[in-house]
């Protein structure tokens, strides 16, 4: 999906660097092989364009060094609602309101450049502000989310929690009510933005009822205690949270009226699976993009690598598989847009491009040698950040399962 470096600006490519300096390797190069840019609509090829030159000029410059110190990009963060994608395909209250495939193309091209901005967003956007805008009240939706796509108030998603991951239907938070208040009592982790979130939407178990709500909470509020979960491996410059809920008041008009059971809260990580496919074709795309391009100026035994047999077998076979995500990313997009995109086809995309994300990674990382492991080549933050990507919104396991439940009718899981 990616245009060609040479093309001119008037065909849609990238100018060159007029100081003549070296191209990084993850600049973008021709990975379109099947022709899909002549799908887009103008609008949708004029967001790609805004968010691929943002994120080849002021993403990839800093991205190594922010992974390497686990530290946020806030410079880079506080840019996206300049380039109105804050709130992806959410209508009203600020939004933009976005189509399925330029959601997908927004987030692939963030994921191309650093798969830590790429989950800051789609956090803010795809889980926290998509909470809100699908299981909220029309006051709820205008009093949150105009700051929300302004970035003014940042936001994170709690649901998963210590004892139960995959299993998150069995949660133990609880929510017990008290006149017009509810008091939450409970732990989270692995939260997004949780240390640094204005607002997380707290899922927990009503004490009476045993449903499950959500809950707009202010992380402000007494109780609420949210620690940086340290020494990650992977998606090193977003930052996951422990949270501990220490009898959180909550106004009733902050709980969300539309989530009423554990299938509102499915309703809304459906939404994401989809997203998941395309981060991990950023990723993989990213990838590529390096192993073809240090092929092609790394000289070894008097000629380029490229030259050898055995590297344009292998560049061939990753650009096979990297066309065959393009192919499920480009088709769940039109799914989405007419209706049709199911949770378990949204799943079974995931499922795919992670795991084709990481070969694709692998192997780019072994085309780098010795090269492959430095951070300012870029390969081996990408080959680790796809690892969160395979675990969080359903493992690869999960989603096969959930998969396998459909195609023969028989659940092989609670």
Not at 140 to 151: I, K, S, T, V, Y
Not at 195 to 221: I, K
Not at 271 to 287: D, E, K, N, Q, S
């Amino acid at each position: 999906m990616a245009v060609d470096i040479g093309q001119s600006p008037a065909d849609g490519g990238l100018e060159a660097d007029p100081s003549g300096a070296p191209h990084q390797l993850t600049e973008a190069r021709g990975t379109d092989y099947f022709s899909v840019r002549h799908r887009f609509t103008t609008q949708q090829w004029d967001t790609f364009m805004a968010v691929r030159r943002f994120v080849d000029h002021e993403v990839l410059p800093v991205a190594a060094e922010a992974w390497d110190a686990a530290q946020m990009s806030w410079d880079v963060i506080n840019r996206l609602p300049e380039l109105g994608v804050v709130g992806d395909d959410i209508e009203g209250n600020g939004c933009p309101g976005l189509d399925p495939l330029s959601c997908g193309l927004v987030s692939m091209e963030l994921a191309r450049g650093d798969g830590s901005l790429a989950t800051f967003h789609a956090v803010q956007s795809g889980l926290a502000m998509k909470a809100i805008d699908m299981l909220g009240s029309e006051e709820q939706r205008a009093r949150f989310l105009p700051g929300m796509a302004r970035l003014e108030t940042v936001g994170a998603f709690g649901l998963t929690e210590p004892d139960h991951g995959s299993d998150s239907v069995s949660l133990e938070t609880t929510a017990r009510r008290d006149g017009d208040e509810w008091v939450l009592d409970g732990r989270k982790r692995w939260i997004g933005n949780g240390s640094v979130a204005h607002r997380t939407v707290v899922w927990a178990r009503n004490t009476e009822s045993g449903d499950v709500h959500g809950f707009v909470v202010d992380t402000t509020t007494p109780g609420y205690e949210a620690s940086v979960i340290p020494r990650k491996g992977s998606m090193r410059s977003v930052w996951q949270a422990d949270i501990r809920l220490d009898g959180v008041r909550v106004p009733e008009s902050d709980r969300l009226p539309g989530a009423r059971t554990f299938k509102d809260t499915g309703r809304v990580l459906a939404t994401t699976r989809g997203t998941c496919a395309w981060i991990a074709l950023g990723h993989a795309t990213a990838g590529y993009d390096a192993a073809l391009r240090y092929a092609l100026e790394r000289t070894q035994f008097g000629k380029p690598l490229a030259s050898l047999q055995i590297v344009q077998q292998r560049l061939v076979k990753m650009l096979a598989e990297l066309t065959g995500m393009q192919l499920y990313c480009m088709q769940i997009a039109q799914l989405a847009e007419e209706g049709d995109l199911s949770p378990t086809i949204a799943g079974l995309a995931k499922m795919n491009n992670t795991s084709k994300a990481r070969w694709i990674l692998s192997e780019a990382r072994d085309l780098l040698g010795g090269n492959g492991i430095l951070l300012d080549n870029h390969v081996m933050r990408h080959m680790a950040d796809i690892e969160s990507v395979h675990t969080f919104e359903g493992t690869e396991t999960i989603q096969t399962l959930i998969v396998g439940r459909e195609i023969t009718g028989l659940g092989a899981f609670t």
